[in-house]
């Protein structure tokens, strides 16, 4: 028989001793403003919160506005970037950044509803944003306040979807201030898997993150690397120019792949970032 979960309050009362106690400190959640929160939450998609501390602090020195974000060169953000991975994601946010200063007076929306229309912003990223920036009450999911959620409310089942966790998550909700909430959920969800093993295993979306080292993602970003870098440059100047190896027939398709998203664009036989 599966071990009862804690009462809502008994559960609010935990995350919120811990977060008091050990709570982590990052920059964005000191300098309260959307623009940052926007910025915080692109890069933290896939990447660790301790790495995109530097990132995130040399980011708002250079661009600490939407409107000064879009009138920056996107071959600059992506030097800025380098290191970080996933470059997409410098690229919506210069998108993101557009739409911004053109639709919404250089005020990052409030909604999860308008911010999902964002390029590059799901339904987590909206919500944590809206949530985050405006304490705004939104219900979202991501890894670790789904290990917490597991954890507590279904311990030893296996296979339980999101849909099943998110009524539990919506009702154990403090709306009172659902910003200083979930940044709790999550420390304690980060927390929690250097106790335990990780209680997001047993979840139905758990997918394990296939190796960086020798893929198509790593040999992606060692080529808009090295444009952001260098400039324009032959496929051959390129390929030469790589600081990882690679096969041709991966190098060429990891230049068509960048070129259908148009990060990179090609021009009288040379290459460049696109933008």
Known sequence: MDTPGPSLGEFRSIIYNAYENEGRVFPW???LQPWGILVSELMLQQTQADRV???WKRWMKKWPSAARLNEAPLQEL???WSGLG????ARYLKECAGIIVRDFGGKVPGTPEALAKLPGIGPYTAGAIACFAYNYPSVFIETNIRSVMLHFFFF???GITDREILPVLDAAMDRDNPSKWYWALMDYGAALKKLTP???RRSAHYV???AFSGSLRQLRGSIVRALARGGPATAEELRQGLDVPAKEEDFYRALEDLGRESMV???NGRYRISG
Do not use: D, H, M
């Open 53 to 55: 501390v530097p990132y």
């Open 78 to 80: 992506l030097r800025e």
């Open 156 to 158: 030893g089942q296996t």
């Open 208 to 210: 394990r993150q296939s």
């Open 265 to 267: 664009a090609e021009k």
């Open 29 to 31: 959640k000191e300098k």
């Open 198 to 200: 990780n209680p997001g």
């Open 86 to 89: 996933y470059n997409r994601r």
